[in-house]
Nanobody
Framework: QVQLVESGGGLVQPGGSLRLSCAAS????????MGWYRQGPGNQRELVAR???????NYADSVKGRFTISRDNAKNTVYLQMNSLKPEDTAVYYC????????WGQGTQVTVSS
């Protein structure tokens, strides 16, 4: 059974940066498209960034140019570098497989506020 553990969230001022990490155990991430999702207050969970097994990336329009997804297969970890953060980026961030969702981890809270 795969376990996904997200970390790196916190409180940051608008314009600030954070780097999220997602470590997997119980299954390899290599060969799979992975994604970062987020769920803001009162919103549905949405996919904001994805990275294919070949390292092709795609982003939601709301984060394009500010967020960068990457992966380290040797560490079985996926990252999300978030720059120029805005208050509307406030959410719980999760990682998961894209094609076939696995059980969700606990997520990591990102709060953007002055």
């Amino acid at each position: 059974q795969v376990q996904l553990v997200e970390s790196g969230g916190g409180l940051v001022q608008p314009g600030g940066s954070l780097r999220l990490s997602c470590a997997a155990s119980g299954s390899t991430l290599s060969g799979y498209t992975m994604g970062w999702y987020r769920q803001g207050p009162g919103n549905q969970r949405e996919l904001v960034a994805r990275i294919s097994s070949g390292d092709s990336t795609n982003y939601a329009d709301s984060v394009k140019g500010r967020f960068t997804i990457s992966r380290d297969n040797a560490k079985n970890t996926v990252y999300l570098q978030m720059n120029s953060l805005k208050p509307e980026d406030t959410a719980v961030y999760y990682c998961n497989f894209v094609t076939y969702l696995r059980p969700w981890g606990q997520g990591t809270q990102v709060t953007v506020s002055s």
